[in-house]
């Protein structure tokens, strides 16, 4: 197993600002597959789903979630449909230690309200949506992840403490 930690989750369930803490503290650099899409489509998520649909977009991301096998000893965050594809939730578990974050859709919604780059909840019942996909989704993720946690009631240092804790023990019993 290679020793990556993932993170996987919902929109707005911290991601990526957990995935720069883990980077700091941990030592292992970030690599943020919606970041990555951006790069090497040149234009923004947002664009990608209106030009060429959200099924374009999500060959897309599996191409970049395939060509991280090569890589070990890095946090990955992943965008918040990764999980959708049977061959992506397979992929995320062969690249190392995967944890789920979890937040209640009111808090979902209320931070991602002041984005706009959200092409999903881009619509007049937000909140509805988020209730819809998390139906669809919460399997997948409860499947794929190695870990859940609830983020509402944690500091982002605590949820980060929890996973290097977690993690390690992980990949102790893996040796």
């Known amino acids: 197993m290679q020793r990556n930690i993932i993170l996987i989750g919902f929109m707005g369930t911290g991601k990526s600002t957990i995935g720069r803490n883990l980077s700091r503290t941990f030592g ?11 790069e090497q489509q040149g234009r923004q998520i947002p664009e990608i789903f209106a030009t060429d649909g959200e099924a374009a977009f999500r060959d897309i991301e599996t191409n970049v979630l395939h060509s991280l096998h090569k890589h070990s000893g ?37 931070r991602t309200s002041r984005n706009s780059n959200r092409p999903l909840l881009n619509n007049d019942d937000p909140e509805g949506t988020i209730r ?33 804790e977690s993690a390690r023990y992980h990949f102790g019993s893996q040796e």
Not at 28 to 38: A, G, K, R
Not at 79 to 108: F, Q, T
């Open 74 to 110: 890095h946090i990955i965050a992943t965008g918040g449909g990764i999980i959708g594809r049977e061959e992506n939730r397979k992929l995320l578990r062969e690249l190392g230690y995967v944890v789920w974050l979890i937040a209640k859709p009111s808090e979902i919604l209320e």
């Open 132 to 164: 819809d996909l998390l139906e669809i989704r919460t399997p997948f993720y409860r499947d794929t992840a190695h870990l859940g946690i609830e983020t509402d009631n944690l500091s982002f240092d605590e949820v980060t403490a929890g996973i290097i």
């Open 28 to 38: 292992y650099p970030l690599m943020d597959t919606d970041q990555m899409i951006e």
